[in-house]
């Protein structure tokens, strides 16, 4: 079985896959001040978890955002689960092309969304990932990996919020009753919910404008759902869609 991993900053994700088919898979809060050892173990209780054993892992692809936490990480597979994890990075194959200004400057998590929008689905694309930050990309109809913008995450602008604004509460992000809130919860519930929404709305007017009229919209990243749900603008919702794009790597450098 592969296992993948994807470090980002707010969650790390991973997915064990047999052959194409995903099986179990996990959605982690990132902690910056673990350890080998802690991760190490933390992978063998999920592999337990899911009824499996070291033995049964025959590669491990890995992606991060986090360059802190990606020696961490291999480190704990070495040791824990035996293997030398293939990280994404400069002279890996991906069999997409990457036209931006420095490709090495493009996330690993980004490239691998690209790598699978590019093979399930096709070009043009727009790849919206809501994460940490939230980040549109943009996939040509040839295939290739144009560029794109990145902007705050959701819960990052909710965080700002609270920690700048003296009156403002700390809150969850959830749909209001109504757009107008009447009560401060409501109220910053509608602007970051709805706001969000309306950025992605006019985000993909404009990047549509420049890829083409049948351009696909994909959402990723663990509040897809929540933004979908808004706005008819995402054509497919694909909360795995990174581990998708590394077990394409993978596959790849074999």
Same mark, same amino acid.
């Given at each position: 079985? $592969? ?5 980002? &900053?707010? &969650? ?49 692809? $890995? ?17 824990? $689960? ?5 990280? =994404? ?47 549109? &990309? ?16 959701? &819960? ?43 950025? =992605? ?16 919209? =994909? ?36």
């Amino acid at each position: 079985m $592969l296992l993948t991993i994807d470090i980002g &900053n707010t &969650n790390l994700t991973l997915g064990l896959y047999n052959g194409a088919e995903l099986g179990r898979h996990w959605r982690l809060a990132t902690d910056h001040a673990r350890m080998p050892d802690e991760y190490g173990l933390q992978f063998l209780g999920l592999l337990q978890n899911a009824g499996r054993t070291v033995a049964e892992v025959t590669g491990i692809v $890995l992606a991060s955002v986090v360059p802190q936490l990606t020696g961490r990480v291999v480190q704990a597979c070495q040791e824990y $689960l035996k293997q030398e994890p293939l990280v =994404v990075d400069t002279g890996v194959k991906t069999g997409i092309r990457i036209r931006y200004e420095d490709p090495r400057a493009v996330g690993a998590d980004r490239v691998a969304d690209a790598v699978a929008v590019v093979s399930l689905y096709g070009g043009p694309a727009c790849v919206i990932d809501f994460g940490t930050a939230t980040t549109f &990309n943009a996939v040509t109809r040839e295939g290739d990996y144009l560029g794109g913008a990145i902007t705050a995450g959701v &819960n990052l602008a909710a965080e700002a919020l609270y920690t700048r604004a003296a009156k403002l509460p700390r809150m969850d992000l959830q749909r209001p009753p109504s757009v107008i809130g009447r009560n401060t919860v409501h109220a910053m519930q509608s602007g970051l919910l709805y706001g969000y929404v309306s950025m =992605v709305e006019g985000m993909v007017t404009r990047f549509r404008s420049e890829l083409g009229s049948d351009m696909k919209v =994909v959402a990723t990243g663990g509040l897809a759902e929540v933004i979908a749900k808004e706005t008819d603008v995402i054509d497919i919702i694909s909360p795995w869609l990174t581990l998708e794009g590394l077990r394409i790597i993978w596959e790849l450098n074999q």
